[in-house]
């Protein structure tokens, strides 16, 4: 059997963790003035992949 490619675009947004997947959170990349620091700051820290996306990530970064 051949190697799988992994998706490129996936490996560059999810990174592998003993629990699933993590990764960053969206609405951080232009138009920062509306938001609150509050908001923003939140906006830093990394989320958890969603349980019915974690079967699709796997797929798409299959040596992670």
Same mark, same amino acid.
Not at 29 to 48: A, E
Not at 49 to 58: F, K, N, Q, T, W
């Given at each position: &059997?051949?190697?799988?490619?992994?998706? !490129? #675009?996936?490996?560059?947004?999810? %990174? +592998?963790?003993?629990? #699933?997947? %993590?990764r960053g $959170?969206? /609405?951080?990349? /232009?138009? @920062?003035? *509306?938001?609150?620091? *509050? !908001? +923003?700051? $939140? @906006?830093?820290?990394?989320? $958890? @992949? /969603? #349980?019915?996306?974690?079967?699709?990530? !796997?797929? &798409?970064i299959p040596?992670?």
């Open positions: &059997m051949p190697k799988i490619k992994t998706n !490129r #675009g996936a490996a560059k947004r999810f %990174k +592998k963790t003993a629990s #699933g997947f %993590k $959170q969206s /609405h951080r990349r /232009h138009i @920062l003035t *509306k938001k609150s620091t *509050k !908001r +923003k700051r $939140q @906006l830093r820290s990394p989320s $958890q @992949l /969603h #349980g019915s996306d974690v079967a699709s990530a !796997r797929r &798409m040596y992670a």
